[in-house]
């Protein structure tokens, strides 16, 4: 068994310059390829200079005092908010839920397990909903009685489905971030970049799915 | 770098999930401080790193609910990944940052001629690691002081190991070549 100067260099950057730390197989074939290589020592000697720099970089400030409490604040600001919403916001968020609730079929179908790609796919389709029925919370819309019409939906057919959309696309976003690390951004270019036409077939299946549309009316009541 | 049991882990994320403020307010005294390193040494200027800091931790309370713990992440593991894709992102969005502006903490006790090394290097490192790849730099950041595994790296920045590994590698050859540059011209 020997070692390379390239492994050697690569075991430099991972395990550092204190060879005792390199898995125990290699320390011996480290020394005997280090004792016998000039140019080898050199690196060596560079790897040292760049860890002890490294490891006397390390000045960071204290935190302001008020971080805690400014995070604090802000997090109990969300809670008091997400309960004492007015009226009409209230009635809002709690169609939300309900919608959250009754769409919990659809994520079932749509998330088998989170994984990034079902993720994907899932935020597309949201996108693609929020995206032909132009969620408003005034629903009463040109965009939604066109809507209703080109499918022969009812009114409020169509309101159930903006609210649904509307909350799948939070409840995915939320996903996507949670579960897998998105970030916001990230989860919106991946909702931008999947919006593909392909998709109306999935959103024309929906709307077909009269039986689909009927629990969601029973379970939002 | 902080780290919980698998246990406290999950007591801790549970009761922030039922919004337990209490639990809420150690987690932030646990983790603000290793994320604030985080985001200062990725080049941020103290008030930035404690906005993304602000903004990570609050997401943990925002979505707490839906931890799963069925995944097996650790909150660091978690809390670490967001601070960084934050970082990341923001730092594809905009060229970032006056570091040289970033205030020294002041000593007055220590000598003028030690400041002034400690000055140079800080504004040497700074200058080399603002060279660096993004993902080398988080890469290195994470291995070296906050002292993560390779497997957990590969975790935070959602690669492999293999990858953590070559990232790591290029950062340190890239930076010794830089030192080594560095002490020719001087």
Request: proline share 3%; glycine share 2%; charged share 25%.
């Given at each position: 068994m020997t070692m390379t100067p390239k492994q050697f260099e690569s075991y430099m950057a991972i395990y550092g310059t204190d060879i005792a730390l390199w898995p125990s197989n290699e320390q011996e074939l480290a020394k005997e390829l280090l004792a016998t290589s000039p140019q080898l020592r050199s690196l060596y000697q560079s790897q040292q200079t760049l860890d002890h720099t490294l490891a006397d970089?390390?000045?960071?400030?204290?935190?302001?005092?008020?971080?805690?409490?400014?995070?604090?604040?802000?997090?109990?600001?969300?809670?008091?908010?997400?309960?004492?919403?007015?009226?009409?916001?209230?009635?809002?968020?709690?169609?939300?839920?309900e919608s959250k609730a009754a769409i919990g079929k659809w994520l079932a179908f749509l998330l088998p397990s989170p994984q990034a790609g079902m993720i994907a796919a899932s935020l597309a389709l949201a996108a693609l909903l929020s995206h032909h029925l132009l969620f408003s919370n005034q629903s009463t819309n040109e965009d939604s009685i066109q809507l209703a019409a080109n499918n022969e939906l009812t009114m409020q057919q169509v309101i159930i489905l903006e609210d649904a959309s509307a909350a799948l696309e939070d409840e995915l976003l939320e996903l996507a971030q949670m579960n897998d690390g998105f970030s916001y951004d990230e989860a919106l270019i991946i909702l931008a970049q999947n919006s593909e036409p392909d998709l109306d077939i999935l959103l024309e299946e929906m709307l077909e799915d009269e039986e689909m549309l009927e629990a969601l009316e029973n379970d939002i009541g | 770098?902080?780290?919980?049991?698998?246990?406290?882990?999950?007591?801790?994320?549970?009761?922030?999930?039922?919004?337990?403020?209490?639990?809420?307010?150690?987690?932030?005294?646990?983790?603000?401080?290793?994320?604030?390193?985080?985001?200062?040494?990725?080049?941020?200027?103290?008030?930035?790193?404690?906005?993304l800091v602000q903004e990570t931790l609050i997401k943990l309370w925002k979505h707490a609910e839906k931890w799963d713990e069925t995944k097996g992440a650790a909150i660091s593991t978690w809390l670490y990944r967001v601070m960084t894709n934050a970082c990341l992102d923001d730092k594809r969005k905009k060229r970032m940052l006056a570091l040289d502006n970033i205030a020294e903490p002041e000593d007055k006790q220590a000598d003028a001629i030690q400041k002034l090394?400690?000055?140079?290097?800080?504004?040497?490192?700074?200058?080399?690691?603002?060279?660096?790849?993004?993902?080398?730099?988080?890469?290195?950041?994470?291995?070296?002081?906050?002292?993560?595994?390779?497997?957990?790296?590969?975790?935070?920045?959602?690669?492999?190991?293999?990858?953590?590994?070559?990232?790591?590698?290029?950062?340190?050859?890239?930076?010794?070549?830089?030192?080594?540059?560095?002490?020719?011209?001087?």
């Open positions: 970089y390390n000045d960071v400030p204290p935190l302001t005092t008020d971080l805690h409490d400014k995070i604090m604040a802000q997090a109990v600001s969300l809670s008091n908010s997400a309960q004492t919403d007015s009226p009409i916001r209230h009635n809002n968020s709690q169609q939300n839920k | 770098m902080v780290k919980l049991s698998a246990q406290d882990d999950q007591k801790l994320i549970q009761s922030i999930a039922q919004g337990d403020q209490a639990a809420f307010s150690q987690l932030i005294a646990l983790y603000s401080k290793p994320l604030f390193a985080l985001g200062y040494r990725m080049g941020y200027e103290q008030n930035q790193a404690e906005d090394q400690q000055k140079e290097l800080k504004q040497q490192m700074d200058q080399l690691l603002e060279k660096l790849p993004e993902r080398q730099r988080a890469a290195l950041i994470l291995f070296h002081y906050e002292g993560f595994k390779q497997s957990e790296i590969a975790d935070i920045l959602e690669t492999s190991v293999k990858s953590v590994e070559s990232l790591l590698i290029r950062a340190k050859k890239q930076l010794r070549a830089a030192l080594e540059r560095k002490s020719h011209i001087l």
